[in-house]
């Protein structure tokens, strides 16, 4: 066995891998950008190794650093983690080539399954079911153009090295074709280095099914079942679940049958996730299924599969990178109960899931489930990296057990003042269609203005907030600056006149009804903290903030002055308009690049390009003015 490891990641992966490692006796090394500096981590590690700046591509991309602070700290192996260096198959030969043991696959079943045009043309030899599309040497645009209108509509491109849902564009029209391929090989080429594209036949009725399959180096494979991740946004997994919905047992061997002969089909070893897509319209049938592409690490949705099978995934890695059998054969691994994971991250759903940085001030997660996080209350999201703050996995007897559990858990997280995605978490668990198994891919994305709805804040709700502040007031005997605020009050009083707050900083007057404080249910919440003269309510996985109305012409926000902000740093990728042109509410002003994604900011009236500070090319800072629209009669 393994007596020391160096972690080639960062977050909830590598405090993950940490976790089992220090559990088999196996020494730990951590490695860290200045970003990092006082990450989970590298607290959690027996030791940790500094590897350069923040930015990814002078840190955690640079294998030569990596490969240099496992021989620092005489570490036996690297274990990559997923993203990162996770799938480069030259990496995995330098680490090897340096005497170390890569706790991974081969770097040629890397090779083999990392293009993924050349990985469909090897699963077609290796009689595994593939989607139809282009694969072709010929990248021109006019060919490319020409491949698609033959498949037919709709179409997806595809970057060959791509993941995690970059370089993925869908094109519903011949018309968007260019600009769709445009867009998808800039990403591809910021995102991997390669903009070399596919194309495939779109599904209308899509399901992503995947199984997860476990190689050694004496020739073994195993299955350890399949996962669904159908609820994705933007081609990125939100919602992973195991076992799949609707899936039968001859479906189930058909598909986790095949899985197997593709891992054998180069030599598999170690954890690897084979990826279908099904066509669902008349439910998961196998010869409706086919192989899109194969991943060949550790997936971020691995928990699930441990929870239904009991196994520890990354115990099977190093035992196998250690020259061991698998733990188990196929006949001793079955299927207990239902687990379900939703991925947390700081980002904000009613602003496009922009990601929100900056210090976790409060952050509450939920204690009655399986949380795998690499931050703690405190820590701080940095604009650097995957603002992932954590995963929530919920097992239950069954799915409906396991459903209830997660959206509890969802509503329960409290986060502030970094935004969270767990109010969307909890809507997309909870809507018919994935409650009912009829979701596909599409379903986020068809029902994104429900999903991602601000939360309501009700007139009871307000009540409340008068209330418990008055309570505070009047039962502490504490001199608090809310109580300024409220006019026309007297604690132990009849609650008959009106309230006036400051609701995320909107100005509202609260009508007060109520004869007797008793009568209030506390509907709000009774969840919250002071902040000064602000106080956080936490609700349903969101929050909002209440505050004194001092008449000093605080009020809501007014209508949109024409300014285009940088919701993020990042990086002008392109700029579509010029100063003096006219423009349409709605039209595509610059493209904004942050975090490998592109975000593009549009025009939010009819108008005039007044101002014009934006360039191709140029990094920008959050709240910088790129532009300004006035509106002309």
């Known amino acids: 066995m393994l007596k020391s490891l160096l972690i080639a990641n960062r977050g909830e992966i590598a405090c993950r891998i940490i976790r089992t490692a220090r559990k088999m006796g196996v020494r730990t090394v951590a490695v860290y950008s200045d970003a990092d500096a006082k990450a989970l981590h590298v607290r959690m590690a ?25 021989k620092a700290t005489k570490a036996q192996a690297i274990h990559p983690g997923y993203g990162f260096l996770s799938e480069n198959a030259d990496f ?6 340096a005497g170390l043991v890569w706790v991974g696959p081969k770097p040629d079943s890397i090779r083999a399954m990392g293009l993924k045009d050349a990985a469909k043309k090897l699963m077609a030899d290796a009689g595994v079911p593939v989607t139809p599309g282009y694969l072709g040497e010929d990248q021109s645009p006019k060919r490319l153009q020409k491949e698609a209108d033959a498949i037919g509509y709709p179409v997806l491109i595809k970057a060959i090295a791509g993941g995690g849902g970059k370089g993925m564009r869908r094109v519903d029209a011949a018309k968007d074709f260019q600009e769709a391929l445009e867009s998808c090989k800039r990403e591809a080429a910021s995102s991997f280095g390669n903009d070399i594209v596919l194309l495939e036949k779109y599904i209308l009725s899509p399901r992503h099914i995947e199984v997860q399959i476990f190689g050694d180096s004496h020739g073994n494979v195993v299955h350890l079942f399949e996962r669904d991740c159908s609820l994705q946004r933007r081609h990125q997994k939100v919602i992973e679940e195991a076992p799949a919905p609707g899936m039968d047992e001859a479906t189930r061997e058909a598909v986790c049958g095949a899985a197997v002969r593709a891992a054998k089909a180069v030599n598999y070893e170690g954890a690897g996730t084979i990826e279908f897509i099904a066509d669902a319209s008349k439910g998961l049938k196998a010869d409706r299924i086919w192989f899109m592409e194969m991943n060949t690490r550790l997936q971020v949705e691995h928990p699930v599969t441990e929870e239904i099978t009991g196994q520890d995934l990354v115990e099977w890695q190093l035992r196998v990178a250690s020259g061991e059998k698998l733990p188990k054969k196929q006949d001793e691994l079955s299927i207990n109960g239902w687990a379900i994971e939703a991925r947390l991250y700081a980002e904000d759903p009613t602003k496009g899931f922009l990601p929100s940085v900056g210090r976790l001030e409060h952050l509450q997660l939920p204690t009655d489930l399986r949380v795998e996080s690499g931050v703690c209350e405190g820590d701080d999201v940095s604009p650097f990296y995957d603002p992932m703050i954590a995963k929530l996995v ?36 909870s809507s018919p269609s994935f409650v009912e198994m009829t979701m596909t891919t599409g379903t986020i994305s068809a029902e994104l203005e429900t999903l991602c709805a601000p939360l309501e804040i009700t007139m009871e709700m307000m009540q409340n907030v008068g209330l418990q502040e008055l309570y505070y007031v009047a039962h502490d005997n504490v001199d608090y600056p809310f109580a300024d605020g409220l006019r026309g009050f007297r604690a132990n009083s009849k609650r008959n006149d009106d309230l006036r707050l400051l609701v995320n900083g909107e100005a509202v007057e609260v009508l007060y009804p109520l004869d007797n404080e008793e009568e209030v249910h506390w509907s709000c919440g009774k969840n919250f903290i002071d902040h000064g003269e602000m106080t956080v309510w936490f609700k349903d996985g969101s929050y909002f903030t209440s505050s004194p109305w001092r008449f000093d012409g605080a009020s809501g926000p007014g209508t949109h002055d024409g300014a285009i902000l940088a919701p993020m740093p990042g990086k002008v990728t392109s700029v579509e308009v010029s100063k003096g042109e006219k423009v349409a509410k709605g039209q595509r002003l610059l493209t904004l690049e942050a975090m490998k994604m592109e975000h593009g900011l549009v025009a939010p009236f009819d108008g005039v390009v007044a101002e014009l500070n934006a360039k191709a090319g140029a990094q920008v800072q959050v709240d910088a003015l790129l532009a300004k629209i006035e509106k002309k009669d």
């Open 92 to 97: 995995a030969q330098a680490v090897i080539d």
């Open 394 to 429: 919920a097992k239950g007897a069954n799915r409906n057990a396991a459903i209830t559990k997660l959206v509890e858990a969802c509503r329960d997280t409290e986060c502030w003042p970094v935004k969270t995605n767990a109010l969307f978490l909890a809507r997309s668990l």
């Open 46 to 70: 027996d030791e940790a190794v500094h590897i350069g700046p923040s930015p990814a591509r002078e840190s955690y991309l640079v294998g030569e650093k990596i490969i240099a602070a496992a």
